[in-house]
């Protein structure tokens, strides 16, 4: 294995690197040379009593890692590549009970409660509404003539879509859309939200969640959240469970959905031929290359329960394992020119809902839906939309946001 020419100190989770660009690059030089590969970083700078992770790049091995939870654990340090550095332990500790950061067999047990809200059934039943709420949210933001994108439109279907599926009032939406920003954008100093503002935003809504659960515990409705919670000893979820799910909901349901989005405009705005392609055919294969450029969640780790080897490197017990989303859906050995935007890309095997294994994304259909709604209800209001600047991208070691895309809804 030969030595990749990185610049020393170089560092994948680096949240001031995301704020400027993806590290393709540099993906390119570890998927060459060096399958796995050690990055060093100044001890406990992520959050942990450590000084580095192995960086896993290639599609196969990502998916390895994501196939073998007996080995490589969601649980012993959380799914969550980098923290901030002064994070104390016990605040890691409690996401454990999220259910991203779970292993078998507690995690089947709560993935078995929590699937029964997005059978194909019950996403096929909230498609009507959710074709009227697009409609409804580009007039809204034509009539404005230009705007923010991310706010106008990205952020809203996924948000009310979120509120449909399980319950919220509608006229809530907007503290859900607060409370995981906050959560999720702690590392970036222009939102001045420091990571005690993004706890008490978790808290606030679990409590909210809480609640929620604990009303239709009292008065049962015909909706998931009377499904997941109403009758505890047939299997269901605590309220607190079901408050750490809502939590889950709030980042991997509305903001990678929202990023996906946003990006997916971008790209479409910016590989024009692309965008007039979507708006005559309207191809089934666009929402997964949608997703596939914008891999909303660039990296996840694991951590190995035992010493065990992978792609040819020893891997010691207790080392953490970074699977970079971002680098395996940018792999030529799976992807035919995968620095193509080509929203007629078939097969497509991206692994922006994960790498397989027992956390991939529940919400997987939900996701392509809200993202084939939205753009069909662009195209055929606003065709003429343009971009007025460029993104501005969050500063976040694990997640692709993009804060603001002016634009002309022409």
Same mark, same amino acid.
């Given at each position: ?77 959380? #799914? ?24 078998? %067999? ?18 096929? #039943? ?14 809204? #933001? ?109 980042? #991997? ?143 976040? %070691? ?13």
């Amino acid at each position: 294995m030969s030595c990749p020419a990185l610049p020393e100190g170089f560092d994948f989770t680096d949240p001031d690197l995301y704020q400027q660009r993806l590290p393709l690059p540099e993906f390119a030089q570890l998927r060459q040379t060096a399958k796995v590969w050690w990055i060093p970083q100044p001890h406990g700078v992520a959050g942990f009593d450590d000084d580095g992770y192995w960086a896993v790049t290639r599609h196969a091995d990502v998916k390895e890692v994501s196939t073998k939870p007996e080995i490589f654990s969601s649980h012993l340090n959380t #799914a969550i590549i980098r923290f901030n550095e002064h994070i104390h332990r016990d605040q890691i500790d409690v996401q454990k009970l999220i259910m991203l950061n779970m292993d078998p %067999p507690e995690h089947t047990r709560v993935r078995q409660i929590v699937q029964r809200g997005f059978t194909p059934r019950a996403i096929r #039943a909230l498609e009507d509404a959710l074709r009227e709420r697009a409609a409804r949210i580009v007039a809204g #933001a034509k009539e404005d003539g230009s705007g923010d994108f991310v706010t106008d439109v990205a952020c809203e279907l996924p948000l009310q879509a979120i509120a449909e599926l399980v319950g919220i009032p509608q006229q809530d939406r907007s503290k859900i859309f607060d409370w995981s920003n906050k959560m999720v954008a702690y590392d970036d100093p222009e939102l001045a939200i420091t990571e005690e503002i993004g706890a008490e935003s978790a808290m606030e809504l679990i409590s909210y969640a809480m609640n929620l659960a604990a009303d239709r515990k009292a008065c049962p409705a015909k909706d998931i959240v009377s499904q997941l919670v109403a009758a505890e000893d047939q299997g269901n979820l605590a309220s607190d469970e079901f408050g750490f799910f809502v939590l889950l909901l709030a980042v #991997a349901g509305n903001e990678t959905t929202r990023n996906a989005i946003s990006h997916g405009m971008h790209a479409f705005l910016t590989h024009p031929d692309q965008w007039e392609l979507f708006q005559r055919e309207r191809p089934a294969t666009a929402a997964d290359e949608i997703v596939r450029w914008a891999t909303p969640v660039m990296s996840f780790q694991r951590t190995a329960t035992q010493d065990t080897e992978l792609g040819g490197q020893r891997i010691a017990a207790g080392q953490r394992v970074g699977i970079f989303y971002s680098s395996a859906n940018h792999d030529p050995e799976v992807f035919d020119r995968p620095e193509a935007f080509d929203i007629t890309r078939d097969p497509n095997p991206h692994l922006g809902f994960g790498g397989g294994g027992p956390h991939f994304c529940l919400g997987k259909s939900l996701a392509e839906l809200e993202i084939r709604l939205i753009f069909n209800a662009i195209a055929d209001a606003m065709p003429d939309i343009r971009l007025a600047g460029e993104p501005r991208r969050l500063r976040s %070691p694990w997640l692709n946001g993009i804060k603001e895309l002016q634009v002309t809804y022409g």
